[in-house]
């Protein structure tokens, strides 16, 4: 019987898997947890969980997991797909947590971002703005950063 409580690694680039739940660090003493949800050449593809953390989680139970919506907590919700290169994921400190699986209602949001055509992948995700230009790496504009992202589409 497995409760989903797991001792946290540190996690290489080789050792990404999909469907595996990470902790990252998106700021001065901010995590939060994420799911892979696709893995391709120079890209991760990962579902963004709504708490945030000034502690780094080293352990989760998955069934508790939540991505919420800014109508329901304006200050606490997750992303359902946040596209970003593979150096700007393992900028963000992941550490292993546990296995999962992908459903296809988890993978609406890369459907659309691939059909969309675009391609455009984030270095990081920040829920601090001082973080987030610390590892930007801006090449040619087809890069961004999240909250740089949204400022920059309003």
Same mark, same amino acid.
């Given at each position: 019987?497995?409760?989903?409580?797991?001792?946290?690694?540190?996690?290489?680039?080789?050792?990404?898997?999909?469907?595996?739940?990470?902790?990252?660090?998106?700021?001065?003493?901010?995590?939060?947890?994420?799911?892979?949800?696709?893995?391709?050449?120079?890209?991760?593809?990962?579902?963004?969980?709504?708490?945030?953390?000034?502690?780094?989680? *080293? =352990?989760?139970?998955?069934?508790?997991?939540?991505?919420? $919506?800014?109508?329901?907590?304006? !200050?606490?919700? /997750?992303? &359902?797909?946040?596209?970003?290169?593979?150096?700007?994921?393992?900028?963000?400190?992941?550490?292993?947590?546990?296995?999962?699986?992908?459903?296809?209602?988890?993978?609406?949001?890369?459907?659309?971002?691939?059909?969309?055509?675009?391609?455009? *992948? =984030?270095?990081?995700?920040?829920?601090?703005?001082?973080? $987030?230009?610390?590892?930007?790496? !801006?090449?040619? /504009?087809? &890069?961004?950063?999240?909250?740089?992202?949204?400022?920059?589409?309003?």
């Amino acid at each position: 019987m497995s409760f989903g409580l797991f001792q946290s690694s540190q996690s290489s680039e080789s050792h990404f898997e999909v469907g595996g739940i990470y902790s990252i660090r998106t700021g001065d003493r901010k995590y939060r947890i994420a799911k892979i949800l696709i893995l391709g050449e120079g890209e991760v593809h990962i579902r963004l969980y709504k708490t945030i953390y000034t502690q780094r989680p *080293l =352990w989760t139970f998955p069934d508790t997991l939540a991505v919420g $919506s800014p109508i329901d907590d304006p !200050n606490e919700f /997750g992303i &359902r797909h946040v596209p970003l290169s593979r150096e700007g994921f393992m900028l963000m400190e992941p550490v292993f947590l546990v296995p999962s699986t992908v459903s296809e209602d988890e993978l609406d949001g890369y459907e659309m971002w691939k059909d969309s055509g675009e391609g455009n *992948l =984030w270095d990081v995700f920040s829920d601090d703005e001082e973080f $987030s230009e610390k590892y930007t790496h !801006n090449q040619g /504009g087809d &890069r961004r950063s999240f909250p740089s992202a949204v400022q920059a589409a309003a």
